[in-house]
Nanobody, 123 residues
């Protein structure tokens, strides 16, 4: 079992930065892929970024490539999403997810989810 808790969301002006954290419980976190997803009001949950178990492989949605960086610290059981050059269209609830089956881009591929953290980017 893995429990995930996101933090770090908030209100920021366009062009600003935020760093989201995903704190995990459970000794198996270090063997899980971690993904970040987001969901804006009235829209489906969409993939943002994913990192494999040892941090050596990452993949990003085109919409965030070059602006967001996913990372992890297995010693701290924590995943991160550094978000720079934020845009109003990045406004959403951001969720972290984890799964032992490896890095995936579809929400249904993940067995564990956090409760989400709100990110609001003002213009």
């Amino acid at each position: 079992q893995v429990q995930l808790v996101e933090s770090g969301g908030g209100l920021v002006q366009a062009g600003g930065s935020l760093r989201l954290s995903c704190a995990a419980s459970g000794r198996t976190f270090s063997s899980y892929a971690v993904g970040w997803f987001r969901q804006a009001p009235g829209k489906e949950r969409e993939f943002v970024a994913v990192i494999n178990w040892n941090g050596r492989s990452t993949y990003y949605a085109d919409s965030v490539k070059g602006r967001f960086t996913i990372s992890r610290d297995n010693a701290k059981n924590t995943g991160y999403l550094q978000m720079n050059s934020l845009k109003p269209e990045d406004t959403a609830v951001y969720y972290c997810a984890a799964d032992w089956r490896g890095p995936r881009t579809t929400p249904l591929s993940y067995g564990y989810w956090g409760q989400g953290t709100q990110v609001t980017v003002s213009s």
